[in-house]
């Protein structure tokens, strides 16, 4: 039979008696067992069941034998425990137990507890549970646990109250197990609601208690817990204290997290030497976490190395960080190998990194399964690229739903397509939602075309009683410019007509030169427009040919204008002409009537 309870020696499974006032030196303890040896040998049967224990506790069990089969037969309830404890450790486990019996008819709260794990472990579970039960009525904290975790093995519900009286009693594995129950009871009430219908106390707290409790009595795991419970709110500093002591207690979990407080404050030196240990003790999450260091720093052989150990480890991840490794050197076909190894595994980002490499090497019939799964098991990026799929199939209709599940999770380019398909179908209102959602997500476009839905219900600016226009900027303008800000063409030539509409030249033409060198025909057109306004026509005609030549034919006809004014038929002609290709067609009509009169005056 193993010790019983969650303490490795036998002074701490309560089987025995100790002596109630030992000296804490080795020399007290020496006098101590020469007096009670004394004792012993005078006939007092207290002190040779003392002594016994004494002996059998160093381990000495032929010298603790016949001072404990002398001390039970004269009745000493004490002694007969420790015999049963040592025949136990001889192998004697029948023999142990009928010891055991007696000292617990006797009343030995220990002894009960003895023959409760015995009969247990012989698969008779209503004599176990009927000693447990006697062991755990009187106050014995490991009975109680032995009781509680007999019970929580059936379901019956009375497990909860022996688990808090062995936790009450200083059994940590108990208040380990109190608080673990505590918080999955929290987290069911959380998602169904309490079953009686009345309010109760959240047990959340109540757990922390418990986890602390553990912890402090050196409970590694409740300690992990612990941490991870006061990292959650925010407590890093106290988290990591508990980390560490569980870290140093040897467990892995701790040392991997741990290792990510670090990384987050900046020290990830401190970082690496805590993954490593976590990782060297089998912790797949640490093996990762490594590898994606030596990643960043581009030693991509040990990066491999750390993710392959991930791997081995049983952590999916590994296989795919392998894939986004290999996939980032070219290695295509390896990275479609780790891919497939971790989608298989159910890594639904990698099965989704999986589709996107086989939709760029030319199989979409082999990528819509793979988006479809990633996308079923809940990864937003897949569905939105499973719209996307679609949508390239001219399957709108297919596509919208993905699209609304992908932009429902929070993806910004999935609200702005969303959007855009409600624009097209006339539902104004649920476009203007979803623009929203995007536009404050950070979508450029989408900014744009909010501000655009709102600047179609734009009334006309209302006039000064003296006739002055009053501005006051608009939320459509706001959209614009935050739109422009990001780099959006359009919306930079908008934000310049506003500008020029309110007579601020300055910041029109600070608007559309931005467009215009970001390659926006319409930018350098109108820049074209305020710079000739302005008496600048040379450089405006500068403008206007770079927008002729990207294809505004109202910048070629402008072209061709200043050419004529300025003598020169030829170049005139040529602009007219590029003007009558481009349109529209009233500047194609305005072009070649020009072209038609430059012509004859090159002829005549």
Same mark, same amino acid.
């Given at each position: ?53 004494? !002996? ?7 010298? %603790?034998?016949?001072?404990?089969? +002398? %001390? ?44 409760g794990r015995y009969h247990r472990e012989h698969g008779d579970e209503p004599a176990a549970e009927y000693w447990l039960r006697q062991s755990a009525e009187q106050g014995h904290a490991l009975g109680a646990y032995a009781l509680?975790?007999?019970?929580? &093995?059936?379901?019956?519900? %009375? ?30 009430? $959380? ?8 309010? +109760? ?39 990591? =204290? ?18 990510? @407080? ?5 020290? *990830? ?6 993954? !490593?240990?976590?990782?060297? $003790? ?12 030596h990643a960043e720093r581009g030693e991509t052989q040990t990066a491999e190395r750390w993710y392959r150990a991930a791997m081995d480890a049983g952590d999916v991840n590994g296989a795919y960080n392998l894939g986004l490794l ?40 082999? /990528? ?42 929070? &993806?910004?380019? +999935? ?9 097209? $179908? ?30 179609? #219900? ?15 900027? *608009? ?8 739109? /422009? ?35 926006? =025909?319409?930018?350098?057109?109108? @820049?074209?427009? !305020? ?17 002729? $030549? ?8 402008? @072209?061709?204008?200043?050419?004529? #004014? ?14 009558? *290709? @481009? ?22």
């Open positions: 039979m193993d010790v019983m309870g969650d303490k490795a020696t036998l002074l701490d499974t309560g089987r025995f008696v100790q002596p109630s006032d030992r000296d804490e030196t080795g020399d007290g303890e020496a006098v101590d067992e020469v007096r009670t040896r004394l004792a012993a040998q005078a006939g007092d049967v207290e002190a040779t069941s003392v002594l016994g224990a004494m !002996l059998l506790r160093r381990g000495d069990l032929d010298g %603790a034998e016949p001072l404990l089969r +002398a %001390a039970t037969a004269e009745g000493d309830r004490a002694a007969a425990n420790n015999l049963g404890v040592l025949l136990h450790q001889r192998g004697y486990t029948d023999d142990a137990a009928g010891w055991w019996r007696i000292a617990a008819v006797a009343g030995s709260a220990a002894a009960a507890h003895a023959l509680a975790d007999l019970l929580e &093995h059936r379901g019956d519900t %009375a497990a909860e109250q022996w688990m808090r009286s062995a936790a009450e009693r200083g059994h940590r594995e108990a208040a380990y197990r109190l608080a673990r129950a505590l918080d999955r009871q929290t987290q069911h009430e $959380d998602e169904y609601g309490s079953d009686n219908g009345v309010d +109760a106390p959240p047990a959340g707290g109540e757990a922390e208690q418990w986890y602390r409790q553990a912890a402090a009595r050196g409970h590694q795991r409740a300690a992990l817990q612990l941490g991870a419970i006061l990292e959650r709110r925010g407590e890093l500093k106290e988290a990591g =204290r508990w980390y560490l002591t569980s870290a140093k207690d040897g467990e892995a979990r701790a040392a991997c997290a741990l290792g990510f @407080l670090l990384r987050d404050a900046g020290d *990830t030196e401190s970082a690496a030497v805590w993954w !490593l240990r976590a990782a060297q $003790d089998g912790d797949g999450n640490a093996a990762n976490a490594l590898g994606a260091l290999c996939a980032e050197q070219s290695r295509t076909a390896q990275a479609e190998q780790w891919y497939r190894r971790a989608a298989y595994a159910g890594h639904r980002e990698a099965a989704n990194a999986l589709a996107v490499l086989l939709l760029q090497g030319g199989d979409a019939t082999g /990528a819509e399964p793979w988006f479809s799964k990633a996308a079923e098991a809940g990864s937003v990026d897949a569905a939105f690229n499973l719209g996307i799929l679609f949508a390239g199939r001219g399957e709108e209709g297919v596509a919208l739903p993905w699209y609304e599940r992908a932009a429902a999770a929070g &993806h910004t380019e +999935a609200a702005l397509q969303v959007g855009i398909a409600r624009l097209r $179908d006339g539902d104004e209102r649920e476009a203007e939602r979803h623009l929203r959602c995007a536009a404050g997500g950070g979508s450029a476009e989408a900014a744009y075309r909010l501000a655009s839905v709102l600047d179609s #219900r734009r009334p006309p600016a209302p006039a000064h009683e003296l006739g002055e226009q009053v501005h006051e900027k *608009t939320e459509c303008e706001e959209w614009y410019e935050r739109a /422009a800000s990001q780099g959006h063409r359009r919306a930079q030539v908008r934000v310049g007509m506003l500008a020029a509409a309110r007579g601020d030249v300055v910041e029109a033409a600070r608007w559309y030169r931005s467009a215009a060198e970001a390659g926006s =025909r319409n930018g350098a057109f109108n @820049l074209g427009l !305020l710079l000739a306004r302005e008496g600048s026509e040379p450089e405006a005609a500068v403008w206007w040919a770079r927008a002729a $030549d990207a294809g505004h034919g109202r910048a070629a006809l402008r @072209l061709a204008l200043v050419y004529a #004014r300025r003598g020169e038929l030829a170049e005139g002609q040529r602009w007219a002409d590029r003007a009558v *290709t @481009l349109g529209p067609g009233e500047v194609s009509e305005r072009a070649a009537r020009l072209r038609d009169a430059l012509r004859q005056e090159l002829t005549a």
